[in-house]
């Protein structure tokens, strides 16, 4: 009754009241939040017309989930024919593991309810690692329960195999060439086959009316509105693809874009953004890239501004690096789209990036953009504000310097903001705790990557074949192994080339180097990182960019990317859900790609107790607000000491009986 009356926020009488059919007038709000929690029935909460609740009963019946358990499923699967004893035995086995040894629960208590289910099994973040099991295992438990409900009538049948659709869908199935989209498009196909709707009948409608159903009845360890953007990207790509497929393109749950394309603003605005980048920023600078290098040191000479009030210069005026025109340029892009989609402006207003680059735009964006999606305790306002004044002060000639002194002010007031939140973050904290607190669990994170590579290489061996999907598995675990050799950012670990970063041994056995210059830093000029790599990474990379390498670069072998992307001549951009899904599937924690980077350091910190080290590791700047996060960590982990020595100092002092009594009576 306790853990209930806290779970749903009710006093534990009206718990009571409720489980012995004593109330005659419960709130509804109070019913259904104990129905989702025990996954009752409503009706088995109210007692229909014998508790007086018969309209409490009705006003609700449409939101509560049918009065199926997990009894009535194993009642089904017993007096299924079609099942050999085998067969049976095995499916009745799994769905008491799922109950009892899963769930915890007895199969009468546990609804047959495909959405209560997954909604569960999401919350409690389970998985094969969580649960101590192979992912063979967990597989074959979930496919018993899901077709125990399929044979119960709780959810529809979802088995007719591909090749029993009808002609049209089976013939546009059979051109797919490629492994995700095939996997992505199946249950699609199958579920429009079973409605009779032709490819030429889908639409953003249909798209709609699937994602109510897998919602519904689709028991999946993993949320709906994924399978769905997933789903929306295959189809897509098939439609621009494979010959044939109907050309309508899908937007229904496709994720927000927040920038507008250039083409939504006037050709003078994406005009003035060329002669911006082409000048670096620099008016009169010319093209960079035709200038000698004679004439590139004269242009560098930096031009100093006009002093303010006699004493305070506000910084030279020298071209910009290629980096921070390419984190302008999305600024740019973006004030203006959330300027247009606030309803600030409209964008025939905009007509030069200078209308952009005003303090009082820029504050309107991160009031009624920014702040309501991310918080203002992040670096992303602050960047927007300090690109927006640098763009004002190169290329608004009428500029005045009190409205470059609001910039300046506004810098500050998003950095009292932040104040408050420097350290790590609540969903960070919770993330390390697991890798930083336990020895064992940590090994398993630093040897999941050559895990990965050995196993996919005895299935190479065996089957004599390199699929895509074996090669994105590679993929993510050379990404791990060089982010626990040198942490450097994911932006700058993405872009990694194969001629310029990594440097291999001529012959294996040897040893080899990693190379990075940081694309971001709070000090002047670029700082560079480097780090040894030992003979094994080596042999363990050398495999990636001979073997799996190439079926990722298949449409484009040129590609000079460790990682390469869909686009020529451009890195993946999924490398970072890669990984996390592979952490997540074998190891039971989400690490998300930057987290790599708080717990490689958090690590060495733990290891060495040296704050400049873990600084030089990251390249962290000295006294940076990024070094305060560890200085979170020494605190947690002092206190962890004094704990060890309070408990061995209790353990060594055993309290004398006669006292113990005398302060038990007391």
Not at 150 to 175: C, F, H, S
Not at 457 to 486: F, N, S, W
Request: with cysteine.
């Amino acid at each position: 009754m306790r853990a209930l009356s806290l779970a749903i926020g009710r006093g534990e009488k009206y718990i009571a009241d409720i489980c012995g059919g004593h109330s005659r007038h419960p709130d509804v709000e109070g019913l259904r939040a104990l129905a989702q929690h025990t996954g009752l029935p409503l009706t088995s909460l109210t007692g229909g017309d014998e508790t007086g609740c018969a309209d409490v009963t009705e006003e609700l019946a449409g939101t509560v989930r049918a009065g199926l358990f997990m009894t009535d499923v194993l009642a089904a699967v017993r007096d299924d024919d079609a099942l050999t004893p085998g067969g049976r035995d095995k499916r009745i086995r799994n769905i008491k593991v799922f109950c009892f040894g899963w769930l915890k629960r007895d199969p009468s208590a546990v609804p047959a309810d495909a959405r209560w289910l997954s909604n569960y099994i999401l919350e409690k973040g389970w998985g094969p690692a969580a649960l101590g099991v192979s992912e063979k295992r967990w597989n074959d438990v979930l496919s018993s329960v899901r077709r125990g409900l399929e044979t119960a009538r709780a959810i529809p049948r979802q088995n007719k195999p591909i090749t029993a659709v009808g002609a049209e869908w089976r013939g546009l199935y059979d051109k797919i060439d490629e492994s995700w989209l095939a996997t992505s498009l199946s249950p699609f196909i199958r579920y429009c086959d079973a409605l009779g709707l032709q490819p030429s009948d889908v639409t953003d409608a249909t798209i709609g009316a699937y994602t109510e159903f897998r919602e519904a009845y689709d028991l999946s360890t993993s949320p709906t509105s994924r399978k769905i953007a997933k789903l929306r990207t295959a189809w897509n790509r098939a439609a621009a693809t494979v010959d044939g497929w109907p050309s309508v393109i899908i937007t229904l749950g496709a994720r927000q874009r927040l920038n507008l394309p250039w083409t939504a603003f006037p050709d003078s605005f994406r005009e003035s953004w060329i002669a911006y980048e082409t000048s670096r920023g620099v008016p009169g600078y010319a093209n960079h890239n035709q200038m000698t290098l004679l004439e590139r040191a004269r242009a560098r000479q930096p031009e100093h501004q006009t002093v303010l009030d006699g004493k305070m210069r506000l910084g030279d005026i020298t071209p910009l690096e290629d980096s921070t025109l390419r984190a302008q340029e999305g600024t740019v892009r973006f004030l203006a789209s959330a300027a247009v989609r606030t309803g600030l402006v409209t964008a025939d207003e905009l007509s030069n990036i200078g209308d952009i680059a005003a303090p009082e735009l820029v504050a309107h964006v991160i009031h009624e953009d920014v702040q309501p999606r991310l918080g203002l305790a992040t670096g992303y306002a602050d960047n927007l504000v300090k690109h927006a004044a640098s763009i004002a002060r190169r290329w608004v000639p009428e500029i005045t310097a009190d409205e470059l002194l609001i910039f300046r002010a506004l810098r500050a007031e998003l950095a009292t903001e932040r104040e408050d939140s420097d350290g790590l973050s609540d969903r960070d904290r919770r993330r390390l705790a697991p890798f930083l607190g336990d020895v064992d669990t940590m090994a398993r994170l630093v040897s999941l990557p050559a895990w990965i590579i050995e196993r996919n290489e005895a299935k190479r061996e065996r089957d004599g074949i390199v699929t895509r999907d074996m090669a994105r598995d590679v993929q993510a675990a050379v990404a791990m192994l060089i982010e626990q050799t040198l942490p450097v950012r994911w932006g700058d670990l993405t872009r990694t080339l194969l001629d310029t970063n990594i440097m291999l041994p001529a012959k294996p056995g040897g040893t080899g180097m990693l190379y990075y210059r940081i694309s971001k830093t709070r000090k002047k000029g670029r700082r560079k990182q480097q780090a040894h790599l030992s003979a094994w990474k080596c042999e363990l990379i050398r495999t990636f960019i001979l073997i799996y390498h190439p079926v990722l670069a298949a449409n484009d072998p040129l590609n000079r990317h460790l990682f390469p992307g869909q686009i020529s001549g451009e890195p993946t951009t999924r490398l970072g859900d890669d990984v996390r899904a592979r952490v997540y599937a074998w190891l039971g924690y989400t690490v998300n790609p930057h987290l790599w980077r708080k717990l490689m350091g958090g690590y060495l910190l733990l290891q060495t107790n040296d704050m400049e080290k873990v600084a030089d590791l990251l390249g962290h700047v000295e006294g940076s607000r990024a070094t305060r996060v560890y200085v979170e960590m020494k605190s947690a982990w002092a206190a962890q000491e004094l704990d060890a020595h309070v408990t061995r100092l209790t353990e060594a002092t055993r309290m004398p009986d006669d006292i113990r009594r005398r302060l038990a009576q007391l």
